[in-house]
């Protein structure tokens, strides 16, 4: 069984970055497309971004296009989403996960931003 575990989260400031990583059991980022995921409060859990199987491809929610990056290094078995110009509205638990949802789902890890 996948196992994926996320980490990264924490409190910033609008404006501020962070890089949250997502740590898999197992090659199942050179099996499967990828995707980082967020459920903010009160609302759904959404994708954010995806990449595909060997990284060459990938693909933005508009909400984050342009301030997000979407990455994986195959040999650390790792996939990272780099989040620049945070807004308040991108405060969520953010997960990560295949594309479309195959595994179960980790605890996530928190993002807040705020002043």
């Known amino acids: 069984q996948v196992q994926l575990v996320e980490s990264g989260g924490g409190l910033v400031q609008p404006g501020g970055s962070l890089r949250l990583s997502c740590a898999a059991s197992g090659s199942i980022f050179s099996r499967f497309a990828m995707g980082w995921y967020r459920q903010g409060p009160g609302n759904q859990r959404e994708l954010v971004a995806r990449?595909?199987?060997?990284?060459?491809?990938?693909n933005y929610a508009d909400f984050v296009k342009g301030r997000f990056t979407i990455s994986m290094d195959n040999a650390k078995n790792t996939m990272y989403l780099q989040m620049n110009s945070l807004k308040p509205e991108d405060t969520a638990v953010y997960y990560c996960?295949?594309?479309?949802?195959?595994?179960?789902w980790g605890v996530g890890t928190l993002v807040t931003v705020s002043s």
């Open positions: 990449i595909s199987q060997i990284g060459s491809i990938t």
């Open positions: 996960n295949t594309f479309p949802v195959l595994a179960n």
